[in-house]
């Protein structure tokens, strides 16, 4: 069963990623797997953590002269910023006067700060913020990087590309490219592929920047060559489209998730809504005139593109601080202000990648399943055949 976890602070030693369930005999692609690392660093309007931390994999299990062992793969992430942080976040109980110097009383609201703290128990929401900080999102990249070059072996691929920052968006039923993703650089300010509004998204952020505010905005995920079959209708957690949905719902800032044109489709008759069918009889395949479901029926893929939005609240950290009350002395503040970001959504389109990798990834060998990947390449060829001959 393909699996995976993180541990890990933000401003801790370092963040892990354990992986389990990838088939022995994967060649690795290292570069792939820092490169898109580097991919989440990126996008106008990230703060100045962005400037210290230089993200890299080491891989600690696992993997062997390049190649996966079939074992679980542990890979560790080293926080730059520990540097500064070392007594702050000591594991030491010799250390704790030093933690008092950053204590957190003033919780921010839309942030994990209150509810946290008052589940778990801690007057310092640091117990809580270290944690749930998006910082984690490094480590689901890792995982996600591996799931992708196992999925680039079956030539499923994913990109992403920022939809909407703030109230600039792109019109509505715009269709990108394949051609238009790829183009995206690593360095692109906020990964909008029409350069005009990429402007106004930028002027957006700068103009939040300057009245201490934060911007929010939302990201589709595509991913190509996606087998009919993924995911199943028989029980409500089999379904493809609810396990995306909690995937992308996972990651930090993000309150809403549609996948196709799931939000649109709610105003419109049905007649308008579905997808037709059609049959190309040289490549023995059913396809669909149009693709408003996002590749999912009946929590199965279609063959067609997998299309999953995510959006994005601003983030809660605000220079503009909103009312809040202190934890311990019960007095209402003006929230806590931390160095921050003023806009994370080209970043979370590349995490939003990767959480539909890591979900796809599951389905795939779910269906496939195999201890290597040469059997479970044998296993997927013999449906492939199967599709092609009923
Ligand atoms: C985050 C606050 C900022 C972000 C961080 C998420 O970090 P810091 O508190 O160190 O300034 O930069 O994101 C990352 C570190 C990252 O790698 O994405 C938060 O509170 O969620």
Redesign the pocket.
């Known amino acids: 069963m393909f699996s995976f976890r993180t541990a890990g602070e933000?401003?801790g030693q370092a963040i892990i990623s354990l992986v389990e369930g990838v088939p022995a005999h994967l060649p690795l692609d290292f570069e792939f797997i820092d490169n898109e690392l580097k991919r989440r660093?990126g996008g106008y309007g990230?703060?100045?953590?962005?400037k210290i931390?230089r993200d890299q994999v080491r891989f600690l299990s696992g993997v062997r002269h390049g190649k996966t062992l079939g074992t679980p793969i542990a890979m560790m992430i080293e926080n730059r910023?520990w540097q500064n942080w070392q007594d702050i976040m000591s594991v030491n109980a010799a250390d704790s006067d030093a933690g008092a110097k950053r204590q957190v009383t003033r919780p921010r609201p839309g942030h994990t700060d209150l509810a946290g703290s008052l589940k778990y128990g801690h007057t310092d929401a640091r117990n809580i913020?270290e944690r749930?900080?998006?910082?984690e999102?490094?480590a689901r990249v890792a995982a996600g990087a591996v799931a992708k070059v196992f999925l680039r072996t079956f030539n499923i691929e994913i990109l992403s590309h920022t939809t909407a920052i703030g109230p600039v968006r792109l019109p509505e039923g715009f269709a990108v490219s394949w051609e238009q993703l790829e183009a995206i650089r690593n360095d692109d300010t906020v990964r909008c592929v029409v350069p005009d509004l990429a402007d106004r998204m930028v002027k957006e952020i700068e103009k939040g920047q300057k009245e201490g505010d934060t911007i929010g905005g939302t990201f589709e995920v595509i991913a190509r060559g996606v087998p009919t079959g993924l995911g199943s209708h028989v029980s409500w957690d089999t379904r493809l489209d609810g396990r995306l949905a909690q995937a992308i719902m996972s990651v930090?800032a993000v309150k809403a998730v549609e996948i196709g044109e799931g939000v649109a489709n709610a105003y419109k008759r049905g007649s308008l809504s579905h997808d037709e069918i059609g049959y190309d009889a040289g490549q023995h395949r059913f396809f669909r005139h149009s693709n408003r479901a996002g590749g999912i029926e009946g929590g199965i893929t279609n063959g067609e593109e997998v299309r999953v939005v995510g959006y994005l609240k601003p983030i809660p950290?605000l220079k503009k601080a909103l009312r809040s009350v202190d934890m311990i002395s019960k007095d209402p503040f003006v929230a806590q202000h931390?160095?921050?970001?003023t806009c994370v959504v080209p970043?979370a389109g590349v995490i939003g990648e990767t959480m539909v990798a890591l979900v796809l990834a599951q389905a795939f060998l779910e269906k496939f399943g195999g201890d290597s990947i040469q059997e479970t390449a044998r296993n997927y060829e013999g449906y492939l055949k199967q599709l092609s001959e009923y």
Not at 46 to 50: F, I
Not at 132 to 135: K, N, V
């Open positions: 933000s401003h660093q990230r703060g100045g953590r962005m931390e910023d913020l749930s900080s998006a910082r999102t490094a930090n950290t931390e160095r921050s970001d970043a």
